[in-house]
């Protein structure tokens, strides 16, 4: 491995979306991941169609430049080689319910007594304390509860975003706060307890909402993707497709009016500012979709575009991975997995000029249990004792 986290292990122990994506940035950033599994394997495993294979595709896309061991950690002797992992380790990423670690011996303060240098990400739904810290948390759940559900959709009917915005964005916060975390670890040698909540993330992305509300502004409702303050923000139809406008500021107004031919609006000192075309949102987004639908998208956005007014087509997946921009970032990433054959997913969704993007994808997700007999080698057994721990189903091996 290459990276700024060249160096730094993690230990994870975690399933389904989120806290896999914040160990998997890790890796792309250079850190040996191991990511220890049930025998049975990770739960995102079974997430499909689609699989490769067999292999599921939402478990390739959270996966890549891991190692994986199966372990059973409800056995003394499984908990004694996660201890041994732990000893060797800098970070460990955990997302059980908080009772569940207790009963199986591994209590978050006994963890952090015993490898006082680790740094523990801590992965729930409601976060480690609170009257909810018990509940299981998904996705969806962390949607419905945060609002975010609740300005999602039209015609009055709250909708959930169509993706596992809660998991990648937690994951994405858990990977900057353990970052964060490791450069303390560095300076003084100690460790952290970071404690990650699907619930505060989905809070995170609700912020201009929630402090708009808390401002005065009235309790919102789905609003069709039309933005709460800005004016005008949102979709517009033209005459073969759905096109998105952006008029962040007064001049982009002014430009916008005079590539439509809507003079006569910009001459409006009431339009002249977001405020003044906010309160008359309904009648000025109804003279832009005049102007528009009689328009191609290809022309409109033209238009647009040629005086520097953010502008787009709402872009369809197949379009999406075609996209001219996204292939000259090379944002979408390949890789030859050893049974899924070529999968191709998005990448790190970054550029480190020390670290080129065609590294990112080091190594492929590894299939259940890949790397059991190479991890245990690393940490003292011998091939006799990894044999002894499979036959005594503690472990499981290809």
Same mark, same amino acid.
Not at 10 to 36: E, H
């Given at each position: 491995?290459?990276?700024?986290?060249?160096?730094?292990?993690?230990?994870?122990?975690?399933?389904? !979306?989120?806290?896999?994506?914040?160990?998997?940035?890790? /890796?792309?950033?250079?850190?040996?991941?191991?990511?220890?599994?049930?025998?049975?394997?990770?739960?995102?495993? &079974?997430?499909?169609?689609?699989?490769?294979?067999?292999?599921?595709? $939402?478990?390739?896309?959270?996966?890549?430049? =891991?190692?994986?061991?199966?372990?059973?950690? #409800?056995?003394?002797?499984?908990?004694?080689?996660?201890?041994?992992?732990?000893?060797?380790?800098?970070?460990?990423?955990?997302?059980?319910?908080?009772? =569940?670690?207790? =009963?199986? &011996?591994?209590?978050?303060?006994?963890?952090?007594? +015993?490898?006082?240098?680790?740094?523990?990400?801590?992965?729930?739904?409601?976060?480690?304390?609170?009257?909810?810290?018990?509940?299981?948390?998904?996705?969806?759940? %962390?949607?419905?509860?945060?609002?975010?559900?609740?300005?999602?959709?039209?015609?009055?009917?709250?909708? #959930?975003?169509?993706?596992?915005?809660?998991?990648?964005?937690?994951?994405?916060?858990?990977?900057?706060?353990? %970052?964060?975390?490791?450069?303390?670890?560095?300076?003084?040698?100690?460790?952290?307890?970071?404690?990650?909540?699907?619930?505060?993330?989905?809070?995170?992305?609700?912020?201009? #909402? @929630?402090?708009?509300?808390?401002?005065?502004?009235? *309790?919102?409702?789905?609003?069709?993707?039309?933005?709460?303050?800005?004016?005008? !923000?949102?979709?517009?139809?033209?005459?073969?497709?759905?096109?998105?406008?952006?008029?962040?500021?007064?001049?982009? $107004?002014?430009?916008a009016c005079a590539a439509l031919g809507l003079d006569h609006l910009a001459e409006r000192e009431?339009?002249?500012?977001?405020?003044?075309?906010?309160?008359?949102?309904?009648?000025?987004?109804?003279?832009?979709?005049?102007?528009?639908?009689?328009?191609?998208?290809?022309? /409109?956005? =033209?238009?647009?575009?040629?005086?520097?007014?953010?502008?787009?087509?709402?872009? !369809?997946?197949?379009?999406?991975?075609?996209?001219?921009?996204?292939? /000259?970032?090379?944002?979408?990433?390949? !890789?030859?997995?050893?049974?899924?054959?070529?999968?191709?997913?998005?990448? /790190?969704?970054?550029?480190?000029?020390?670290?080129?993007?065609?590294?990112?994808?080091?190594?492929?997700?590894?299939?259940?249990? *890949?790397?059991? +007999?190479?991890?245990?080698?690393?940490?003292?057994?011998?091939?006799?004792? @990894?044999?002894?721990?499979?036959?005594?189903?503690?472990?499981?091996?290809?």
């Open positions: 491995m290459s990276g700024p986290l060249q160096g730094v292990r993690v230990i994870d122990i975690a399933s389904s !979306y989120a806290a896999p994506t914040a160990s998997m940035y890790l /890796a792309d950033m250079g850190a040996d991941v191991i990511k220890i599994e049930p025998l049975r394997g990770d739960d995102a495993r &079974g997430w499909g169609p689609p699989f490769l294979n067999g292999e599921a595709a $939402w478990f390739l896309s959270a996966n890549r430049n =891991k190692r994986s061991l199966c372990l059973d950690l #409800r056995s003394d002797r499984g908990r004694d080689v996660l201890f041994e992992l732990l000893a060797t380790a800098d970070v460990f990423i955990e997302n059980i319910v908080p009772t =569940k670690l207790e =009963k199986h &011996g591994l209590g978050l303060d006994a963890l952090r007594e +015993r490898f006082p240098q680790l740094v523990i990400c801590a992965f729930s739904g409601f976060g480690l304390d609170g009257p909810d810290a018990g509940l299981p948390g998904y996705d969806l759940i %962390a949607q419905a509860r945060s609002g975010l559900m609740s300005v999602t959709g039209d015609d009055g009917l709250p909708q #959930r975003v169509s993706t596992a915005l809660s998991d990648v964005a937690s994951g994405t916060v858990a990977a900057f706060a353990i %970052a964060a975390a490791l450069v303390r670890q560095q300076q003084t040698g100690t460790g952290e307890l970071v404690d990650v909540a699907l619930l505060e993330a989905d809070l995170a992305l609700m912020s201009p #909402r @929630i402090a708009s509300f808390l401002a005065g502004e009235p *309790e919102p409702s789905p609003c069709g993707g039309m933005d709460s303050v800005v004016a005008i !923000y949102q979709s517009m139809r033209t005459a073969d497709r759905t096109i998105v406008i952006a008029l962040g500021n007064d001049n982009h $107004w002014q430009r009431e339009l002249s500012t977001n405020a003044g075309r906010r309160a008359h949102r309904m009648e000025v987004v109804a003279e832009i979709q005049r102007t528009l639908e009689v328009l191609s998208s290809t022309d /409109a956005l =033209k238009l647009l575009q040629d005086v520097g007014v953010p502008c787009a087509q709402i872009n !369809y997946l197949s379009e999406v991975v075609s996209d001219p921009q996204v292939v /000259a970032r090379g944002a979408i990433v390949d !890789y030859q997995h050893p049974v899924a054959g070529v999968f191709r997913g998005v990448g /790190a969704p970054w550029r480190l000029a020390s670290d080129p993007a065609d590294r990112q994808a080091r190594i492929p997700a590894p299939v259940r249990g *890949e790397h059991g +007999r190479e991890i245990l080698r690393e940490i003292g057994l011998q091939d006799e004792g @990894i044999d002894e721990l499979a036959e005594e189903n503690v472990i499981w091996l290809q």
